[in-house]
């Protein structure tokens, strides 16, 4: 009993602590630059470029690490009116010794609206040999519903093809519904107080006379993750452990196999412990033989570097006991490692 006990009491408090995070604490590692003139980058960038020398990443490395995605558009924008070309596509296929390498492709997201970006990642999680359930829901749970509409629609400007259909055709049974659901954006966002009574509502009917049956019936499971407000969905799991002993984890890990496991533990993993996620995926990627050439490592620095990338390294650290920057030391060279350290170092 007496463990039973502490067991309970380990779990509310390892799911109150991820309750009571500020968001307003979380730390980027890049933020806009102060001074800042898109013009002037537009010129330096072309004559980084320019195709009658060896091209200058050091250049250009020094522009793309040291501006916000927004200013890095709007050096876009400036060079497309001043040069009539498009520098998403010049950096990356531009006489430049790198051409078509990850280094090359980093440079191009760099310049790359976010939803555009997020929008080829999820392309590649679903098409790129096998569907990556964890990365769809990565994305997918982890966006506000302004971001998901814009991912929505820069989906289809991409690829021409609808990005419901596709997660309908490369996923299947609950987390499909999941996804859906996910892609309609209607998660409530109000910023009131959690309501106790539908708080309630939803633990009783997850926990249905003491008996969990998510796999054979998912709907209540996926309208709570997907449309209540992320508080709530913490008090729910909160409220579920206490009865069940179990943490979200093990409580999925019971209920679904494989890809469609990680599929919604990622989901939730992002609702209450978005930092501590990615520092594993990084301890994944950092020790798997892709080591930095990995999609994934940009993945984390492009789409976390504005908002928690900061946090996250110091996740990494806690746990895995050396820095983000020393392994990437390790196993990448040259302008690769120098935008790299923008972003993690
Ligand atoms: C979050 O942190 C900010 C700045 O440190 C502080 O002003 C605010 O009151 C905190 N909010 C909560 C809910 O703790
Ligand atoms: C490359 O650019 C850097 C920084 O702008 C500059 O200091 C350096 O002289 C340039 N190198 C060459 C070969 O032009
Ligand atoms: C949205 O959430 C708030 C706070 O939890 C709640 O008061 C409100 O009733 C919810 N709105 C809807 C439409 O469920
Ligand atoms: C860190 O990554 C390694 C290699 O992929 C893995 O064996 C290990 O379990 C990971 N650690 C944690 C705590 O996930």
Redesign the pocket.
Known sequence: MARFVLLLLGFSLSVSVCH?Q????LKPTIVPASSFDASTDANVLHEAMDSTQKCNQTAIGSILSRRSLAQRLDVAEKYKLIFGKDLAHELFSSTCRFRGSMHARMCKAMVTPLPTQYSNFLDLAMFCQKTIESELTEILCGNNNAMIRDIVQAYTDEYKRSLQADLESETSGGLERLLVLLVQANRNESSQQVDNQKVSDDVLALFNGGKVNWHDDPARLNEVLALRSFPHVRRVFLELSRKTGKDFKGLLEEQFSSGTKDGYVTCVRMIQEAQEYFADVLNQTLEGFLGSGDLTIARVALTRSEIDLGTIKEKYKQKYGRSVMDVIHEDSSGAYKDLLTAFFG
């Open positions: 009571s500020n968001d307003t604490q």
